[in-house]
Every structure is written in C-alpha cells, then in structure tokens.
C-alpha cells in the first residue's frame, strides 16, 4: 500500500506557472510508475503525465505536450507536475496516481487531487 497526498494547486492567471506536488508513504516511490490525471465536471479523467520509475521515460498527454513537465525525487518519495503557460481549460482536479512495477500494469494508488484554477 501508499498513500499519496497532492499539494500546490491554487488559483493562477493565464500564462502564469503552478508546480504540483505529491508526496508519498508507504512505499518508496521507486517502486511505482507515477502519474499525473485531472478532470472537471462532467467528463472523464483525462490523461496528463507519466513518468518512468527510473525517471528517464516520460509521458504526455497532447493537450500539455511542451508546456506541463513531470519528474520525480525518489530520495523524497515526491513527484512533481510542473505546469508553465497555464490556459483556463487546464482548470481541473489534478490527481497523483501510482503504477506497482510488474503485471497488471494498472493504476492502483490515487491521491485526494488538488484543485488547480486558471482565471482567463
């Protein structure tokens, strides 16, 4: 089991930068492949960011691809989502996820999400 806490959301101008935090107990998150989802109201969870549990192998979803970055601190059991060029359709719950290594390779582990607002 982990448990994971994310923190850093907040209310931003357009263009302006949030950097997300999600730390976790339990478990190292060495032993995980992180992500990043959010979603708003009414439609499904959506897809941001992924990063390997080395760290090297990184995955975007197309709607932040050069603008969001996701990385991890494995002494710190943290993974961060750093979002620069904010848009107001970025406005969602951002939610931290964790994947064991190994078979199902499936998301076992959420966060509580963090509320990420962006004023046009």
């Known amino acids: 089991q982990v448990q994971l806490v994310e923190s850093g959301g907040g209310l931003v101008q357009a263009g302006d930068s949030l950097r997300l935090s999600c730390a976790a107990s339990g478990r190292t998150v060495s032993d995980y492949k992180m992500a990043w989802f959010r979603q708003t109201p009414g439609k499904e969870r959506e897809f941001v960011a992924a990063v390997s549990w080395s760290g090297i192998m990184t995955t975007y979803g197309e709607s932040v691809k050069g603008r969001f970055t996701i990385s991890r601190d494995n002494a710190k059991n943290t993974v961060y989502l750093q979002m620069n060029s904010l848009k107001p359709e970025d406005t969602a719950v951002y939610y931290c996820?964790?994947?064991?290594?190994?078979?199902?390779?499936?998301?076992?582990?959420w966060g509580q999400g963090t509320q990420v607002t962006v004023s046009s």
């Open positions: 996820a964790a994947q064991p290594r190994g078979l199902p390779s499936t998301y076992d582990y």
